[in-house]
């Protein structure tokens, strides 16, 4: 089983022609509200590929966080451990131009999820397979989080996003990190190769459409994307953590897994919003036997 602890969104997106300039108010093409966060996103990739995944969040007591509990269901995840909070649902307001997204996240309730919140879910914790975390929840909470994975000896896959929210001392209790190469270079500095070999086969940086590297003790690993089309990159990075996680817990060599989540992430972005354009397991198969969708 995978544990994801971490944000739950209601994600409010706008696709527009021209971006706006400061102060200029444009007319947008269309408006939807669609599930997401950091952590239901990665949840609802490992669900979708046949893991057991169960989900550790908050959620506000409106009509967002009742939704969003709700969709989680359909996509059978545990959700017996998201709390509702008088907080309002965390939101996040996607700005979608020319192929490409800018995100504004307002975490709400999120950050709520509190140190007493993972213990009261010890349990879970202690029988799963990989918990995979992100950083739209307070450090505190990832802290001590972190702390319990390494008591129980479960392995930790974290996503270091925002940046801004990541504690280095981390490093040594933690599994695998996935930056993607902005988070890299925020945090460790934009020299990737001596990075990589700092920490053979735990840092993994994900390149978009280039795919991903890593170091594995003795050489510089790249393993190639795949050249798609591009509807919405929305969730393509949260794609590549649940496909990755999925796909080491079912016994796949690193560079395995990491081909494994560049062929998920890259058939993500050839639909629309984060959770509706991630792929079943058939699908991932279908493309890496070269057959079509």
């Known amino acids: 089983m995978i544990t994801v602890i971490g944000s739950i969104n209601m994600d409010l997106a706008v696709q527009m022609g021209v971006f706006p300039k400061q102060g200029e108010?444009?007319?947008?093409?269309?408006?939807?509200?669609?599930?997401?966060?950091?952590?239901?996103?990665?949840?609802?990739?490992?669900?979708?590929?046949?893991?057991?995944?169960?989900?550790?969040?908050?959620?506000?007591?409106?009509?967002?966080?009742?939704?969003?509990?709700?969709?989680?269901?359909?996509?059978?995840?545990?959700?017996?451990?998201?709390?509702?909070?008088?907080?309002?649902?965390?939101?996040?307001?996607?700005?979608?131009?020319?192929?490409?997204?800018?995100?504004?996240?307002?975490?709400?309730?999120?950050?709520?999820?509190?140190?007493?919140?993972?213990?009261?879910?010890?349990?879970?914790?202690?029988?799963?397979?990989?918990?995979?975390?992100?950083?739209?929840?307070?450090?505190?909470?990832?802290?001590?989080?972190?702390?319990?994975?390494?008591?129980?000896?479960?392995?930790?896959?974290?996503?270091?996003?925002?940046?801004?929210?990541?504690?280095?001392?981390?490093?040594?209790?933690?599994?695998?990190i996935t930056p993607n190469e902005t988070e890299c270079a925020e945090i460790f500095g934009d020299d990737f190769d001596q990075v990589l070999e700092k920490y053979p086969n735990k840092m993994i940086i994900t390149l978009g459409s280039d795919g991903a590297r890593y170091f594995d003790g003795e050489y510089p690993i790249h393993v190639p994307g795949y050249m798609t089309k591009v509807v919405d990159t929305t969730g393509a990075g949260d794609t590549f953590n649940g496909a990755l996680a999925f796909a080491l817990i079912e016994g796949q060599s690193l560079d395995q897994a990491v081909y494994f989540a560049n062929i998920a992430a890259s058939l993500s972005v050839e639909k629309f919003s984060a959770q509706g354009g991630m792929p079943t397991l058939g699908s991932v198969y279908g493309r890496m036997a070269g057959v079509g969708e």
């Open 25 to 176: 108010t444009i007319l947008g093409k269309e408006f939807q509200t669609i599930p997401g966060g950091k952590g239901a996103n990665q949840a609802v990739a490992a669900a979708r590929l046949g893991s057991e995944v169960a989900m550790i969040g908050c959620v506000g007591s409106d009509s967002f966080g009742e939704t969003l509990r709700t969709v989680l269901q359909q996509e059978h995840i545990q959700t017996g451990a998201i709390t509702s909070t008088s907080v309002p649902t965390g939101i996040a307001n996607i700005l979608i131009y020319n192929n490409d997204n800018r995100i504004i996240v307002v975490p709400g309730a999120n950050y709520e999820l509190k140190p007493a919140h993972i213990e009261a879910a010890k349990e879970i914790i202690q029988k799963s397979q990989m918990v995979i975390m992100q950083l739209e929840i307070p450090t505190e909470t990832t802290a001590y989080a972190i702390k319990l994975c390494k008591e129980a000896n479960v392995p930790v896959l974290l996503n270091p996003a925002p940046a801004t929210n990541f504690d280095v001392q981390w490093m040594e209790d933690i599994t695998y």
